[in-house]
T-cell receptor, first 111, second 115 residues
């Protein structure tokens, strides 16, 4: 059974640009969550989607947005990138809001 | 709102000795509790969970955790540490009594097992 797949694995962007990250959940999982991981702040919750609806949203500026498609795949978008957005972005999928299974993450570097 | 505290940034233990990584939580209702492990440049791997039932939960790689409701703790333990257990460990909680709540993580504890 395939795990959670995140693409791309690594990304380098320039300040002011925008970026879209993709997450394909485990087959049969309808919930997808996104987290930002930085050395100083740990794992910060971004969004949670279930059946194409945003179920929860973390405390991030409006430059961070996401969506979920009918096949449960999810994307997150960050507009007007800032240096502080450099982080590991992790996606997790869940069948029933119990354990969540994580992808390998996308390492975003903003220069 | 729910929260998780991992009071130790770093835990050092000698190979073969027992290890404990501490976690306390705060929820207004009933918790689902989880432990995850992260190796360098990797995502998080699920270790174990407490949903309901026995307070002692057994998980992957010989790890176990004890749910203590009165102390609101969920410490991770292993009887005999291996060098390969060296990694970053995260405790997480979801408050299942408060409607739609996300999975919230502690800041992580770096475990170093010394040969």
């Amino acid at each position: 059974k395939a795990g959670v797949t995140q693409t791309p694995r690594y990304l380098i962007k320039t300040r002011g640009q925008q970026v879209t990250l993709s997450c394909s959940p485990i087959s049969g999982h309808r919930s997808v969550s996104w987290y930002q991981q930085t050395p100083g702040q740990g794992l910060q919750f971004l969004f949670e989607y279930f059946s194409e609806t945003q179920r929860n949203k973390g405390n991030f500026p409006g430059r961070f947005s996401g969506r979920q498609f009918s096949n449960s795949r999810s994307e997150m978008n960050v507009s007007t990138l800032e240096l502080g957005d450099s982080a590991l972005y992790l996606c997790a999928s869940s069948r029933d809001f119990r354990e969540a299974f994580f992808g390998q993450g996308t390492r975003l570097t903003v220069v | 709102a729910q929260s998780v505290a991992q009071p130790e940034d770093q835990v050092n233990v000698a190979e073969g000795n027992p290890l404990t990584v501490k976690c306390t939580y705060s929820v207004s209702g009933n918790p689902y509790l989880f432990w995850y492990v992260q190796y360098p440049n990797r995502g998080l791997q699920f270790l174990l969970k407490y949903i309901t039932g026995d307070n002692l939960v057994k998980g992957s790689y010989g790890f176990e955790a004890e749910f203590n409701k009165s102390q609101t703790s969920f410490h991770l333990k292993k009887p005999s540490a291996l060098v390969s257990d060296s990694a970053l460990y995260f405790c997480a909680v979801r408050d299942i009594s408060s409607g739609n709540t996300p999975l919230v993580f502690g800041k992580g504890t770096r475990l170093s097992v010394i040969a």
